[in-house]
T-cell receptor, first 111, second 117 residues
């Protein structure tokens, strides 16, 4: 069946550092891929998405590229801020599958 | 900005008791989802409604869990009797269409944190 694997946290970085959170997937067909963010005490918010191979999703300085050859959708940001501290979830869905989330990666940014 | 509302935000109960959670989706959203999120894990879909009809409840433990969306607007998720393993965050989400629109954005509420003692 379909599955999502993302790097374990917590990830701790200093402000203005470069961020990468790895996400790989297993899926039949042609899934759509998502990154969601969950700030403390809040529900999940869609951060970005990509619906076909080589698409790049971007939002709030975050980017992720749908790589079919490596079945990956890594999240990147060039310069993180303290306000980016949150839990990040990679997810996929397809015509044969409801949305499936990874286990989440907690990100903490030091001032 | 319209939001998904959930209540209560926190619930503490003893095992074997009944609990109920309420969700009010964004106005006009046809699809409503209930998820369970165990600490340290991603959300897992329990049930999906399209208007008032259930379209997926394959992961809902039907011996103790029930969900309804009688008028196709707000929804209630019930657990009876609650067990220790039910302690988790229960999230509600809604989307405009859902169904075959697999890239339809889901908007999440703040969740209800359940603790079963």
């Amino acid at each position: 069946g379909n599955s999502v694997t993302q790097m374990e946290g917590p990830v701790t970085l200093s402000e203005e550092a470069f961020l990468t959170i790895n996400c790989t997937y297993t899926a039949t067909g042609y899934p759509s891929l998502f990154w969601y963010v969950q700030y403390p005490g809040e529900g999940l918010q869609l951060l970005l998405k990509a619906t076909k191979a080589d698409d790049k999703g971007s939002n709030k300085g975050f980017e992720a590229t749908y790589r079919k050859e490596t079945t990956s959708f890594h999240l990147e940001k060039g310069s993180v801020q303290v306000s980016d501290s949150a839990v990040y979830f990679c997810a996929l869905t397809s015509s044969a599958s409801k949305i499936i989330f990874g286990s989440g990666t907690r990100l903490s940014i030091r001032p | 900005e319209a939001e998904v509302a959930q209540s209560p935000r926190y619930k503490i109960t003893e095992k074997s008791q009944a609990v109920a959670f309420w969700c009010d989706p964004i106005s006009g959203h046809a699809t409503l989802y209930w998820y369970r999120q165990i600490l340290g894990q991603g959300p897992e879909l329990l049930v999906q409604f399209q208007d008032e009809s259930v379209v997926d409840d394959s992961q809902l433990p039907k011996d103790r869990f029930s969900a309804e969306r009688l008028k196709g607007v707000d929804s209630t998720l019930k657990i009876q009797p609650a067990e220790l393993g039910d302690s988790a965050m229960y999230l509600c989400a809604s989307s405009l269409e859902g169904g075959q629109a697999i890239t339809d954005t889901q908007y999440f509420g703040p969740g209800t944190r359940l603790t079963v003692l």
